[in-house]
């Protein structure tokens, strides 16, 4: 079946760790996103792709990191220097055409210990 | 810069009555899309419905309409024979054609459908 995985499901990481949430999608999808979702609030978007090898900043990257060197895959590493990581992420893909909906994983749950 | 309004936290509904979910939007551009999405308790977010801005129709998808006032700036998802899978948080969002991924959410509607 086409669909996008997020893994893990939850994550606990320790104070100072670095830590990598997978995304990976099978659709074909050109376009691929990352969001940040905090209690009782709509998504925000920390990064996206439109393309392998290319990424740009949304509103909120500062301490994350994303890297797209194949088109299905593009995980999103949380850096120490993310104050408060402690959130539930999610990823998307589209085709990257205007107009087009995006499609979204089922989801990480990130709580730092 | 795009702002999504959801004012309503909240809402509740009996068992196969319609419900409306209200949703508005600003923007200064003319070309626009407007997505609602559901988010059950596992978290996945789930596409449910598409309005594209020229569209002159509103947009129908089984169950779910989408009422949409271009003058008002509104697009409220509509809810036919609610069922008590329909309990979720529901999210309005919208992405301008000049910056095709860019798309901001509002907060959310907690839907609850009562047996």
């Known amino acids: 079946d086409g669909g996008i995985t997020q893994s893990p499901k939850y994550l606990f990481r320790k104070e100072g760790q670095n830590v990598t949430l997978s995304c990976e999608q099978n659709?074909?999808?050109?376009?691929m996103y990352w969001y940040r979702q905090d209690p009782g609030q709509g998504l925000r978007l920390i990064y996206y792709s439109q393309i392998v090898n290319d990424f740009q900043k949304g509103d909120i990257a500062e301490g994350y990191s994303v890297s797209r060197e194949k088109k299905e895959s593009f995980p999103l590493t949380v850096t120490s220097a993310q104050k408060n990581p402690t959130a539930f992420y999610l990823c998307a893909s589209s085709t990257g055409l205007a107009g087009d909906t995006q499609y979204f994983g089922p989801g990480t749950r990130l709580t730092v210990l | 810069a795009q702002k999504i309004t959801q004012t309503q936290p909240g809402m509740f509904v009996q068992e196969k009555e319609a419900v409306t979910l209200d949703c508005t939007y600003d923007?200064?551009?003319?070309?626009?899309?407007l997505f609602w999405y559901k988010q059950p308790s596992s978290g996945e977010m789930i596409f449910l419905i598409y309005?594209?801005?020229?569209?002159?129709q509103n947009a129908t998808e089984g169950r779910y309409s989408l009422n949409f006032q271009k003058a008002r700036k509104s697009a409220n998802l509509v809810i036919s024979a609610s069922q008590l899978g329909d309990s979720a948080m529901y999210f309005c969002?919208?992405?301008?054609?000049?910056?095709?991924?860019?798309?901001?959410f509002g907060a959310g509607t907690r839907l609850t459908v009562k047996p």
């Open positions: 659709l074909n999808h050109d376009a």
């Open positions: 309005q594209g801005s020229y569209d002159e």
């Open positions: 969002a919208m992405r301008e054609a000049y910056n095709n991924n860019d798309m901001r």
């Open positions: 923007t200064s551009d003319q070309s626009y899309g």
